[in-house]
């Protein structure tokens, strides 16, 4: 056995595989190391990474300014108990503050995008009182504990549904998906029935305090509104006096262009959450961010929620040194010019491959939609496919691409292009060229 084999097994012998049988936890590639859009494994052979790990590492790997700003708190002081205040809490906040939507300036810090949309839950249920239903959508995914997961529409719900690990009062809305229009109308004549709709549950069902979205759908569709629905969405809210939450948790941190998917339609949320980019990764953090509005209703009621490690030092150390790279690269002017590539290569890619049912995206945030027959658009897998034991097409071309030197993450139906944000317009070509050969795989199984 090589030293590397040694360390796999004395890894996965003594841990849990998250979001999968256990079985299938035996030989996860060694990672050696990761610079630049690169992760090297044991042999140093570059993989070039087109989705930054799980859409988190947005600057890339190894980014020198971010992990020196960590080393620097770490040396002063790693960490201390949230009830101080500190002047890395004090640094971290005005720097999201450039960002943060304005009117968002109210800020509770935990360490994933799960704590940041279950804290948003409890906010929302305790400003809401007697309101306490939420409103989801069947293609998202909102995190992993009992809130996060009853939020979720995809199959991880169903998973935690069984085992009685999920919490009641959320009801799900049909979803904005042009390319399986659950309503089965066409863009424009919809009239986007799917935003309408949610206005007539909110009416029926009573008691809705709010609705939670993901802007672009990431995890499960990289689903991008027609243009007319978010701002109508913001409207039904107001006019239901119900709260908007957006979950900015992938779709955040110029993953979409600008800082927030949100801003691309100019819509303003009640509260909003984050993670995975907000450090790029360096650091687990997460964010709620609310209006002032709905922290003073908190004065002089408990705000009944909170972490040992929320406002963690070493975490809040990673948020300005991010910011200030995000800045930095959007004024280069690069990741625009880099996007318009992509689409433009992701497009061309369709012409190639009969596999690829749809192409659709923004930014850097781009899915590929695998199916086995173009005309009549019958998937290849479908949504209960998920974590059974049937093999699923997309799994089958991104296993291929690894083993060519392209690490893409797959879901049940699609493949995700969503490169570091420092990615060049040569690097995408180069993930573009392994795509073109492992796209074969499918299209020898289409019709
Ligand atoms: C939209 C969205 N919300 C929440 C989460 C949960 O974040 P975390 O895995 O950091 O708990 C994710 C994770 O992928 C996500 O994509």
Redesign the pocket.
Known sequence: MTKTEEMVKALTEHTYGTWRRQEGWKTPLFIKDAEGVYIYDEKNRPILDFSSQ???SNLGHKNKVIIEAIVKQAEKMPYISPGFACEIRAKATAALLTVLPKGLDQIFYS???????EAAMKITRQYMFPNFKVISRYH??????AV?VSLTGDTRRFYAERARCTVPGIVFAPDVYCYRCPFGLKYPDCNIQCVEYLDYMIKEEGNVAAIFI?PV???NGKLVPPKEYLPRLKEICDENGILLIA?????GWYRTGPAWALDNWNVKPDIL?T??GCSAAYA?V?VTATTKKIKDHFEDKVMCHGHTYAMHPLVLAAIPAAIAEYKKLMASGLPKKVSKHMEKKLSELKKRHECIGDVRGIGHFWALELVKNRKTREPFNVKADKFTTKPIMTDKVAAAALKKGLYIVSWYDHLCVAPPLIITEKQVDEGIAVLDEVLKIGDQNAD
């Open positions: 799980l859409m988190c360490t994933s995008g799960t704590e940041a949309n998202s995914y909102h995190g992993a504990t996060g993901e759908v990431g995890t979950d900015e948790v992938m779709s959450t993670a995975k687990p997460g």
